[in-house]
């Protein structure tokens, strides 16, 4: 876990003032703790049964490509708005520092399908709780989600109950 850890850079003041932002680009351009990490992270999930990935642009595609094709799942695109050429379905969500919204096509998530929410970060839980939600408005099924890292201290994991959670690293503050 050492040299996954290693690898994520803190950056302060960035996306804006007071906060501590955990870069994971260093992780990703090194060859041998990015494929760690993906196997970290295979491991941790391999356990739960589900049909296919859902994961937010972008830095949670980098991950949740990944765990896709190790599971021999499908991926389904979590994108901002206009990105899509298709009919969507959205969610709405806040960031400690902003707000968005994520779309996926409407017909990406069929009654009953189980599916892997893979991010990059937790923080406050809003983009994960917006996947979660797109998953259940369209009918599927949340069986778990998924981080490279999680800011233990901003509580996001409340925001997820009573979806199992699993995070590969923590940091308190």
Excluded: W
Excluded at 65 to 74: C, E, I, N, S, V
Excluded at 119 to 146: H, K, S
Aim: proline content about 5%.
């Amino acid at each position: 876990m050492q040299e996954i850890e290693r690898h994520v850079r803190e950056v302060p003041d960035f996306p804006s003032p007071g906060i501590s932002f955990k870069d994971i680009t260093p992780l990703i351009e090194d060859g041998p703790a990015f494929h760690a990490a993906v196997d970290r992270a295979a491991a941790a999930t391999a356990g739960i049964d589900y049909d296919r990935v859902l994961s937010a642009e972008a830095r949670g595609f980098v991950f949740g490509t990944a765990l896709a094709y190790r599971a021999r799942k499908g991926l389904i695109l979590a994108r901002k708005p206009g990105k899509l050429p298709r009919e969507t379905i959205s969610a709405s969500y806040d960031l400690e520092y902003g707000s968005n919204t994520l779309h996926v096509h409407a017909d990406s998530i069929r009654e009953g399908t189980r599916v892997l929410v893979v991010d990059d970060l937790l923080a406050t839980g809003g983009t994960a709780r917006a996947m979660c939600q797109l998953v259940e408005n369209a009918g599927g099924v949340v069986a778990g989600v998924a981080f490279l890292v999680e800011l233990t201290f901003l509580n996001g994991r409340e925001r997820l109950a009573p979806y199992p959670v699993t995070s590969l690293l923590t940091y308190d503050a």
